[in-house]
């Protein structure tokens, strides 16, 4: 499964912005989703999953209630919507396929996206 997440850029505090990650070569709909960002000399964070069917979505804490994960499956297609954005939530953001359910780990993921820089400025 190939995986290119695009839709990142720089936005101000306040702001928002919508990922799109679109996946080929592979059956997107057994693959559970998800969101992980990373900083220089951090380890990926996870952000947000998403189920097979759309459904059980969850986020980490400091982006609940901002940000939501959705899919379409008719286009191959997760979305991230953030909303409200913070510096913050500065950070690379990568997609990831895996086949375990609830997958809030990195090491879970079996797939992976190449990237998009979010830059949020104050």
């Known amino acids: 499964v190939q995986l290119q997440a695009s839709g990142g850029g720089l936005v101000q505090a306040g702001g928002y912005l919508r990922l799109s990650c679109v996946a080929s070569?592979?059956?997107?709909?057994?693959?559970?989703m998800g969101w992980f960002r990373q900083t220089p000399g951090k380890e990926r964070e996870f952000v947000a999953y998403?189920?097979?069917?759309?459904?059980?979505?969850s986020y980490v804490d400091s982006v609940g209630g901002r940000f939501t994960i959705s899919r379409d499956n008719a286009k191959n297609t997760i979305y991230l919507q953030m909303n409200n954005l913070k510096p913050g939530d500065t950070a690379v953001y990568y997609c990831?396929?895996?086949?375990?359910?609830?997958?809030?780990?990195?090491?879970?993921?079996?797939?992976w996206g190449q990237g998009t820089q979010v830059t949020v400025s104050s």
């Open positions: 990831a396929a895996t086949k375990a359910f609830f997958a809030t780990t990195a090491r879970l993921y079996d797939y």
């Open positions: 070569g592979g059956t997107f709909s057994v693959y559970g």
């Open positions: 998403i189920s097979r069917s759309g459904g059980s979505p």
